[in-house]
């Protein structure tokens, strides 16, 4: 990239639905998804005429605590401002939302970029590359190397309202007032991405802090977060650096990683071929269509100004005390990064192994209640973490003491024959190489096969777990 005429210049406008109980500035349930259309609504989002908005406390706080989570300054002073258009989507005519005034501001988060381990331009040489169809071996043995780390500038973080969702049938367009009014966060960056690889870490990232806070689902299919990037092309020049390119093109309400991934993408080459015939893209605001592939215009992008922003005369401004800020702070818990941090110094786990077990809060949970078990048992968090990491354990469906006696079995020791446990399982594999090319292949199955051999042929009782590890090594 770095080689590259242009730079992509990129950055990025997150919504994320809050899951707070009922909704912005009414008593409605703020959890519409399967209701039935238009049976979760009242007077105020519906926005009927003299229908007054009484904000959501919860949701204000859970909005500081997203701000606070990202590093951003609270304002002792803030206010709702309203941002007037016409759209079916809005019966009010305006959405309550946040202009000047926001509830966070100057915030950052940190990106690691990653190698991928499984890139196929990176060399590994022939026993690497059979390890690819052992996810046992290679998700452990090959670590994700850190090139880089790189710092997203995030500009505010601010509260508004959802609209109605509109739902084309044919000619018709229907309106669902169910989702108007529900709590919504924005979280605005700098335009410091230069790669949707790097957007997508970054979301990635802040999906799993609000997750991690509790205040949201986040759920892509749902709806709970959606994404829209600006993206915009510099040339690749040193005089140039953090000079912001006199356009920029905003897709609009993508609900996927990998669409936004893909519409970045065709963006710079769109663009690129602009650059290139001496011309400028146009300054827009356009959609993805996953179905042809590529970004559509929706219209030329609006300035501030039509919007005719001014605060809401129907609610007073926001003030905090510095105390009430603090207990918002103290409300928030160990976030992924820490604990992360916490997971490798405290239990010896390698980076890998952390990311992994910190990326939800469930498992990160369910690996430290177990930590507590195995003490007992003189099993040590690193075999814990193999286990929960290599065996594909459903947490949902375990308990820790299960999980410890399930170690248990399959490192026991004493009592069989290990030596002639090893000669069978030499020959079922000098015996049987279809299965075992099978396995290596990719054929997970084939793995139950060669355990069902060598356990017909061993006479004493043993543990099926251990019969695996076993043969796994004999394949490496
Ligand atoms: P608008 O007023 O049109 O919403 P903003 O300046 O508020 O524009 O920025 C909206 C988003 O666009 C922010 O995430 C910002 O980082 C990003 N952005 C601003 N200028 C550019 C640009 N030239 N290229 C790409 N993204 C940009
Ligand atoms: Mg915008
Ligand atoms: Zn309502």
Not at 68 to 91: A, E, H, Q, V, W
């Amino acid at each position: 990239m770095k080689n590259d005429k242009y730079i992509p210049v990129i950055g990025l406008e997150v919504h994320v639905e809050l899951k707070t109980k009922s909704k912005m500035f009414c008593s409605c349930k703020a959890e519409y998804f399967g209701e039935k259309p238009n049976t979760n609504t009242c007077p105020v989002c519906l926005g009927l005429p003299g229908a007054l908005p009484v904000p959501n406390q919860k949701a204000i706080e859970w909005c500081v605590m997203i701000g606070l989570s990202l590093g951003c300054k609270i304002p002792l002073f803030s206010k709702f401002d309203r941002k007037n258009y016409f759209y079916p989507d809005l019966p009010k005519g305006y959405q309550i939302s946040q202009y000047d005034e926001p509830f966070a501001i100057n915030g950052s988060l940190k990106l690691k970029i990653k190698n991928d381990p499984f890139d196929k331009t990176q060399a590994f040489g022939s026993e690497a590359q059979a390890r690819r169809g052992h996810p046992e071996q290679s998700r452990t043995d090959e670590k994700l190397k850190i090139d880089e780390e790189k710092i997203i500038r995030i500009r505010r973080v601010h509260m508004e309202e959802d609209t109605a969702k509109l739902i084309h049938q044919g000619q018709d367009s229907l309106i669902d007032f169910n989702r108007s009014g529900v709590p919504l966060v924005e979280i605005v960056t700098q335009p410091d991405f230069e790669s949707a690889q790097e957007v997508v870490e970054y979301l990635k990232k802040l999906q799993q802090i609000v997750r991690y806070l509790g205040v949201s689902d986040a759920d892509m299919e749902k709806g709970n977060m959606r994404l829209e990037p600006n993206i915009s092309l510099r040339i690749n020049d040193k005089e140039l650096i953090g000079k912001l390119p006199n356009y920029k093109v905003e897709v609009k309400n993508i609900n996927s990683f990998r669409f936004v991934e893909k519409a970045i993408e065709y963006e710079i080459k769109r663009q690129e071929e602009i650059l290139n015939n001496g011309e400028t893209p146009a300054q827009e605001t356009m959609g993805w269509n996953e179905k042809k592939g590529q970004t559509v215009s929706q219209r030329i992008k609006e300035e501030a100004n039509d919007y005719r922003y001014f605060p809401e005369p129907d609610i007073p401004p926001i003030r905090f005390t510095q105390d009430q800020i603090s207990k918002i702070k103290s409300q928030i818990g160990e976030l992924p990064e820490e604990k992360l941090k916490r997971f490798q110094a405290g239990f010896g786990l390698s980076a890998y192994d952390a990311e992994i077990l910190t990326r939800e809060k469930p498992m990160a949970n369910f690996f430290e209640e177990t930590i507590i078990v195995g003490k007992k048992h003189n099993v040590n968090p690193k075999q814990i973490a193999n286990f929960l990491i290599n065996r594909d354990i459903d947490i949902n469906l375990t308990l820790p003491a299960q999980l410890i006696q399930i170690i248990l079995n399959a490192t026991q020791t004493d009592q069989i024959d290990e030596k002639e446990l090893e000669k069978i399982i030499d020959k079922v594999l000098k015996e049987n190489p279809k299965a075992v090319s099978d396995y290596k292949s990719g054929k997970q199955n084939a793995i139950m096969f060669l355990m069902g051999q060598v356990m017909k042929n061993f006479k004493e009782k043993i543990d099926a777990e251990k019969v695996r590890i076993l043969i796994m090594e004999g394949l490496r």
